[in-house]
């Protein structure tokens, strides 16, 4: 079992950044593919990025592309999603998530955390 935890969300003016976390705990974090999914009101949950349990293989949807970065600190056992240039479409929950297989964590990943919410404003 892994339990998530996110944090960082908030409201931003369009433009702005944002850095989101989010910490693991129980099962060793470093074994994990970890990725985050956001979900905006009225729309399904969609993949953002994923990262390889290794680090060195990540993954970012072409609707965030160019603007936010993923990355991982396994000795911290903590993801992170750095956002940047922040649109009003980009308002939404987002989700972290963690899974053995980093091909099954982009379609159907094992766990999830409760979810931090991200407003951004024109």
């Known amino acids: 079992q892994v339990q998530l935890v996110e944090s960082g969300g908030g409201l931003v003016q369009a433009g702005g950044s944002l850095r989101l976390s989010c910490a693991a705990s129980g099962r060793t974090f470093s074994i994990y593919a970890m990725g985050w999914f956001r979900q905006a009101p009225g729309k399904e949950r969609e993949f953002v990025a994923a990262?390889?349990?290794?680090?060195?293989?990540?993954a970012v949807a072409d609707s965030v592309k160019g603007r936010c970065t993923i990355s991982r600190d396994n000795d911290k056992s903590t993801l992170y999603l750095q956002m940047n240039s922040l649109k009003p479409e980009d308002t939404a929950v987002y989700y972290c998530?963690?899974?053995?297989?980093?091909?099954?964590?982009?379609?159907?990943?094992?766990?999830w955390g409760q979810g931090t919410q991200v407003t951004v404003s024109s």
């Open positions: 998530v963690a899974d053995p297989s980093s091909t099954k964590l982009r379609r159907t990943p094992d766990y």
């Open positions: 990262v390889r349990w290794s680090g060195d293989g990540t």
